[in-house]
C-alpha cells in the first residue's frame, strides 16, 4: 500500500522562527489534508490540497502532485503552533492513510 | 454548533468488558469513520460508513463491531476488552466517502484496558 513519510520527527523552534514540515508519499493521492494535533490531543484541518498552495494567515501549504510531496510552511511561530502535524492522504474510496506526525514544539 | 461529539471523553475498564463508543454529527455528512491512535504514531482506520445502511472494515477492524444507526450517528463496540485496545479513539465525517472531501474529527474518546 502507499508510504506515508513525514519529516522531520521532531521539530524544536524558538518563538519567531519559520519552518517547512515535508509530507512524501509513494503513489498518486486523490486528496491530501495537513492536520494540527494540538496538546489535548484535538484534530484540527489546516487544509485540503490536494494540489496547488493555499495560504491561511502564518501558515501556507504547497502540493506537487507529480512529484509526491506536500510542504507546510509555518512563519513566525508562535507557543500555540506547538503539537503535532499530520499528513494524511486518500487514495480513492475510504482509505485515508496517515503520516507519523511532525512534533513541533515552539519555545517562548 | 457541535459538529462531531464523542461520548464517553474518557473510560477505563476491565479485560474482557465490554463498551459501546457513541459518535454524533451535526453537519449532514453522508461518511462516517472510525480510527484510533496509538502513542507516537498517525491514525489508523478501524471502520468505515459510507452512507446511512452501510459499513466496512478498514485497516485494523480486528475486535470492532460498527452500526451505523443512522446518518448522525455512528457506534463503535468492544465486545471483549483487551490491553492492545487501549488508545484513543477518533470519530470522523466527510461530506461524501473517498475523493475530494476532507475529514472532520470529535475530540476522540481516551481509553484504557487494564
Known amino acids: 500500500g502507499i508510504q506515508v513519510e513525514q519529516s522531520p520527527p521532531d521539530l524544536i523552534l524558538q518563538e519567531g522562527a519559520n519552518s517547512t514540515l515535508r509530507c512524501n508519499f509513494s503513489?498518486?493521492?486523490?486528496?491530501l489534508q495537513w492536520f494540527h494535533q494540538n496538546p489535548w490531543g484535538q484534530l484540527i484541518n489546516l487544509f485540503y490540497?490536494?494540489?496547488g498552495t493555499k495560504q491561511n494567515g502564518r501558515l501556507s501549504a504547497t502540493t506537487v502532485a507529480t512529484e509526491r510531496y506536500s510542504l507546510l510552511y509555518i512563519s513566525s511561530s508562535q507557543t500555540t503552533d506547538s503539537g503535532v502535524y499530520f499528513c494524511?492522504?486518500?487514495?480513492?474510496?475510504?482509505?485515508?492513510?496517515f503520516g507519523a506526525g511532525t512534533r513541533l514544539f515552539v519555545k517562548a | 454548533n457541535a459538529g462531531v461529539t464523542q461520548t464517553p471523553k474518557f473510560q477505563v475498564l476491565k479485560t474482557g468488558q465490554s463498551m459501546t463508543l457513541q459518535c454524533a454529527q451535526d453537519?449532514?455528512?453522508?461518511?462516517m469513520y472510525w480510527y484510533r491512535q496509538d502513542p507516537g504514531m498517525g491514525l489508523r482506520l478501524i471502520y468505515y460508513?459510507?452512507?446511512?445502511?452501510?459499513?466496512d472494515k478498514g485497516e485494523v477492524p480486528n475486535g470492532y463491531n460498527v452500526s451505523r444507526l443512522n446518518k448522525r450517528e455512528f457506534s463503535l463496540r468492544l465486545e471483549s476488552a483487551a490491553p492492545s485496545q487501549t488508545s484513543v479513539y477518533f470519530c470522523?465525517?466527510?461530506?461524501?466517502?473517498?475523493?475530494?472531501?476532507?475529514?472532520?474529527f470529535g475530540d476522540g474518546t481516551r481509553l484504557s484496558i487494564l
Open positions: 494524511a492522504v486518500n487514495t480513492g474510496g475510504f482509505k485515508t492513510i
Open positions: 470522523a465525517t466527510a461530506a461524501r466517502q473517498g475523493i475530494g472531501q476532507p475529514q472532520h
Open positions: 460508513s459510507a452512507s446511512e445502511g452501510t459499513t
Open positions: 490540497i490536494p494540489s
Open positions: 503513489d498518486s493521492v486523490n486528496n
Open positions: 453537519m449532514n455528512h453522508n461518511s
